[in-house]
T-cell receptor, first 115, second 114 residues
Framework: NAGVTQTPKFQVLKTGQSMTLQCAQDMNHEYMSWYRQDPGMGLRLIHYSVGAGITDQGEVPNGYNVSRSTTEDFPLRLLSAAPSQTSVYFC??????????????FGNGTRLTVT | AQKITQTQPGMFVQEKEAVTLDCTYDTSDQSYGLFWYKQPSSGEMIFLIYQGSYDEQNATEGRYSLNFQKARKSANLVISASQLGDSAMYFCAISRYNNNDMRFGAGTRLTVKP
């Protein structure tokens, strides 16, 4: 059982370039989300989705786009990379959106550096 | 908006001793969930323990227990009999009823000394 799979593990971009971070889960989870982790700031929610075709913004959505065309996939797009987007990105999923007791299952993260 | 505060950037504990990691939260919701996650140096996020806002008993999972004081809005993690493998970052998080928005604290780095 693969769980939550993120690709790539590492990425270096130049300012202004665009790219897509991939996230896939094979647990038939309704809820998926993207977080960024910066030193001293914990994890901050970028975007989330409660099901295919439904997305919404989190705390820090600027500069990122998402879509959810299938239950399994939730890619995160950086439209024009900036050095401030240098971070570790985590994708997460959970079983239910109708309760508050479903823990998040995390991918292994993508370390992104923007120069 | 919900908020989690972890006031201890770093903690040290002697192997085999117990340690308490502090977590306070702010929410206007009546129903919510509280979680603790562990992040070892390898980087993955590991779910440790969960406490529901209406649960009357404190949650326990092996050596982990959650000291939940609802009136004080605190959800401290207690690790008993610390092991060297417990050295890691620990994050407290709060979720809303519909789980659409889980917020994390800044984390506490725990170091277990031999």
């Amino acid at each position: 059982n693969a769980g939550v799979t993120q690709t790539p593990k590492f990425q270096v971009l130049k300012t202004g370039q665009s790219m897509t971070l991939q996230c896939a889960q094979d647990m038939n989870h309704e809820y998926m989300s993207w977080y960024r982790q910066d030193p001293g700031m914990g994890l901050r929610l970028i975007h989330y989705s409660v099901g295919a075709g439904i997305t919404d913004q989190g705390e820090v959505p600027n500069g990122y786009n998402v879509s959810r065309s299938t239950t399994e996939d939730f890619p995160l797009r950086l439209l024009s990379a900036a050095p401030s987007q240098t971070s570790v990105y985590f994708c997460a999923s959970s079983y239910s959106t109708g309760s508050y007791n479903s823990p998040l299952h995390f991918g292994n993260g993508t370390r992104l550096t923007v120069t | 908006a919900q908020k989690i505060t972890q006031t201890q950037p770093g903690m040290f504990v002697q192997e085999k001793e117990a340690v308490t990691l502090d977590c306070t939260y702010d929410t206007s919701d009546q129903s919510y969930g509280l979680f603790w996650y562990k992040q070892p140096s390898s980087g993955e996020m590991i779910f440790l323990i969960y406490q529901g806002s209406y649960d009357e008993q404190n949650a326990t999972e092996g050596r982990y227990s959650l000291n939940f004081q609802k009136a004080r809005k605190s959800a401290n993690l207690v690790i008993s009999a610390s092991q060297l493998g417990d050295s890691a970052m620990y994050f407290c998080a709060i979720s809303r009823y519909n789980n659409n928005d889980m917020r994390f604290g800044a984390g506490t780095r725990l170091t277990v000394k031999p």
